[in-house]
Nanobody, 114 residues
Framework: QVQLVESGGGLVQPGGSLRLSCAAS????????MGWYRQAPGKQRELVAS???????NYADSVKGRFTIARSYAKNTVYLQMNSLKPEDTGVYYC????????WGQGTQVTVSS
């Protein structure tokens, strides 16, 4: 079973940027849609960005224009570039297929605070 390992989170001030990475332990070439999910404190996990095999991307309205998702087939890695971060972006970020297919990884904590 492929395992997903997220990294790149941290504490950042409002307006700052972070780049998250999700490394798969095996090939994810056969997975058409990969996504980044966010679980904010006290809230359910939500899909914030996804990318199809064609390269087509979709974003939640709350992050549109600020976040960019990308994937590397060669590295079996999915990225999330987050710019203009807001306090409401705080949460644990996970990657997975869409619909969810793999076991959840440990996630990476993103905290946006001054």
């Amino acid at each position: 079973q492929v395992q997903l390992v997220e990294s790149g989170g941290g504490l950042v001030q409002p307006g700052g940027s972070l780049r998250l990475s999700c490394a798969a332990s095996g090939s994810i070439v056969s997975i058409n849609v990969m996504g980044w999910y966010r679980q904010a404190p006290g809230k359910q996990r939500e899909l914030v960005a996804s990318i199809q095999g064609t390269g087509s991307t979709n974003y939640a309205d709350s992050v549109k224009g600020r976040f960019t998702i990308a994937r590397s087939y060669a590295k079996n890695t999915v990225y999330l570039q987050m710019n203009s971060l807001k306090p409401e972006d705080t949460g644990v970020y996970y990657c997975n297929a869409n619909p969810v297919y793999f076991d959840w990884g440990q996630g990476t904590q993103v905290t946006v605070s001054s």
